[in-house]
C-alpha cells in the first residue's frame, strides 16, 4: 500500500523558501562600516534553524561580528576568526561588552602580541597588520592604506579650548603616528618633524617602534620642542617602543576623544 501526504491538504501555511529582513542602510544603527555586514536578524535565524543551544558555532571570516552576537544571544558556544586584528577589537567593542562578558573567563583571545616576542613575530610575519595593532594599542585610528601615506600611519584626535572675540570655541587637534617595525635612525625623526610642520590642525606627533630610540634620535626628537595648551607643555614629539606600551606607558597629550569605531578603525568621532 502506497501512501501519499499532499501538501495543499495540509492545515496552515506552507513554508517559504524567502525571508523578510531588513537590510542595513545608511542610517541603521546596526551599521559598522563593513561593506558586506549582515543584518543580526538574519545571522539569529540561520543560526536557530541549524543548530541548538550549546552547539558550536564557527565564522572563520567573521569581520564585524554578527554571527558572533547572534551565538551569544542564542546561547550558542562560538569561535571567529578574521585576518585583520582591528577587526578583534572591533567584535570586543561593539559585541561582546554589551553582554558583560569577561576575557580570560567567559572568552579567550588567541593571536594578538602578548609580549614583544609575539610583536617582533607578527611584524615579521605581516608588517601591515603589526601597523595597525601597534596603532590601535595606544588608542590611535590607523590610515587603512599601505602605500601613499605621506609618512602618517595614524592619527590621535584630540580637543583644545580656544577664545576668540570673548567666545569659547572647540578646536579639533591631532597628533600624527609613524611606525617602524625594523632598523630606525634620527632620519625618521626628521622625517616625522617634516610630517609635523607640514600637517595642518596637527600640533603633535608620536613615534612607535620595536627597537630601542638612539640618543640620536632622543635628540631630534627634543629639538622639535613643545606645545603648550592651558599652562601645560607637551613635547612635540614623542617615542614610545612595544617594551614601553607592554609596560603601560602611553602618549602625554590633552585630552583625548573617545570616537565610535564604525569604520575599520578610522571611525567617526563624538564631539
Same mark, same amino acid.
Given at each position: 500500500?502506497?501512501?501519499?501526504? %499532499?501538501?495543499?491538504?495540509?492545515?496552515?501555511?506552507?513554508?517559504?523558501?524567502?525571508?523578510?529582513?531588513?537590510?542595513?542602510?545608511?542610517?541603521?544603527?546596526?551599521?559598522?562600516? $563593513?561593506?558586506?555586514?549582515?543584518?543580526?536578524?538574519?545571522?539569529?535565524?540561520?543560526?536557530?534553524?541549524?543548530?541548538?543551544?550549546?552547539?558550536?558555532?564557527?565564522?572563520?571570516?567573521?569581520?564585524?561580528?554578527?554571527?558572533?552576537?547572534?551565538?551569544?544571544?542564542?546561547?550558542?558556544?562560538?569561535?571567529?576568526?578574521?585576518?585583520?586584528?582591528?577587526?578583534?577589537?572591533?567584535?570586543?567593542?561593539?559585541?561582546?561588552?554589551?553582554?558583560?562578558?569577561?576575557?580570560?573567563?567567559?572568552?579567550? #583571545?588567541?593571536? #594578538?602580541?602578548?609580549?614583544?616576542?609575539?610583536?617582533?613575530?607578527?611584524?615579521?610575519?605581516?608588517?601591515?597588520?603589526?601597523?595597525?595593532?601597534?596603532?590601535?594599542?595606544?588608542?590611535?585610528?590607523?590610515?587603512? !592604506?599601505?602605500?601613499?601615506?605621506?609618512?602618517?600611519?595614524?592619527?590621535?584626535?584630540?580637543?583644545?579650548?580656544?577664545?576668540?572675540?570673548?567666545?569659547?570655541?572647540?578646536?579639533?587637534?591631532?597628533?600624527? @603616528?609613524?611606525?617602524?617595525?625594523?632598523?630606525?635612525?634620527?632620519?625618521?625623526?626628521?622625517? =616625522?618633524?617634516?610630517? =609635523?610642520?607640514?600637517?595642518?590642525?596637527?600640533? @603633535?606627533?608620536?613615534?612607535?617602534?620595536? !627597537?630601542?630610540?638612539?640618543?640620536?634620535?632622543?635628540?631630534?626628537?627634543?629639538?622639535?620642542? %613643545?606645545?603648550? %595648551?592651558?599652562?601645560?607643555? $607637551?613635547?612635540?614629539?614623542?617615542?614610545?617602543?612595544?617594551?614601553?606600551?607592554?609596560?603601560?606607558?602611553?602618549?602625554?597629550?590633552?585630552?583625548?576623544?573617545?570616537?565610535?569605531?564604525?569604520?575599520?578603525?578610522?571611525? %567617526? =568621532?563624538?564631539?
Amino acid at each position: 500500500m502506497v501512501v501519499r501526504d %499532499y501538501l495543499d491538504e495540509k492545515i496552515g501555511v506552507a513554508q517559504e523558501d524567502w525571508w523578510l529582513i531588513d537590510i542595513i542602510n545608511q542610517s541603521s544603527k546596526e551599521r559598522l562600516g $563593513y561593506p558586506t555586514q549582515k543584518p543580526l536578524a538574519l545571522l539569529e535565524r540561520i543560526i536557530q534553524a541549524s543548530s541548538k543551544e550549546n552547539d558550536v558555532v564557527f565564522d572563520p571570516f567573521c569581520g564585524c561580528g554578527t554571527t558572533i552576537e547572534a551565538a551569544i544571544r542564542n546561547q550558542r558556544k562560538w569561535i571567529g576568526c578574521d585576518i585583520a586584528i582591528h577587526s578583534v577589537r572591533l567584535i570586543q567593542d561593539t559585541r561582546i561588552n554589551k553582554y558583560s562578558l569577561e576575557e580570560g573567563n567567559n572568552y579567550v #583571545i588567541e593571536g #594578538i602580541p602578548q609580549s614583544v616576542e609575539q610583536a617582533q613575530y607578527l611584524f615579521e610575519q605581516d608588517p601591515f597588520q603589526f601597523q595597525h595593532w601597534v596603532i590601535e594599542k595606544t588608542g590611535g585610528f590607523c590610515s587603512n !592604506r599601505k602605500t601613499g601615506d605621506m609618512g602618517i600611519d595614524g592619527r590621535i584626535y584630540f580637543e583644545v579650548l580656544e577664545e576668540k572675540e570673548k567666545k569659547t570655541s572647540r578646536k579639533l587637534c591631532n597628533m600624527v @603616528l609613524s611606525v617602524k617595525g625594523g632598523n630606525i635612525r634620527p632620519t625618521d625623526i626628521r622625517d =616625522l618633524r617634516g610630517v =609635523l610642520e607640514r600637517e595642518t590642525e596637527t600640533e @603633535l606627533a608620536g613615534f612607535l617602534s620595536l !627597537r630601542e630610540p638612539t640618543e640620536a634620535m632622543l635628540h631630534e626628537a627634543d629639538a622639535a620642542g %613643545y606645545y603648550e %595648551y592651558q599652562g601645560v607643555k $607637551y613635547p612635540r614629539i614623542q617615542l614610545l617602543t612595544v617594551k614601553d606600551i607592554f609596560d603601560g606607558k602611553k602618549w602625554y597629550c590633552p585630552s583625548v576623544l573617545k570616537a565610535n569605531r564604525k569604520d575599520l578603525g578610522q571611525g %567617526y =568621532l563624538t564631539l
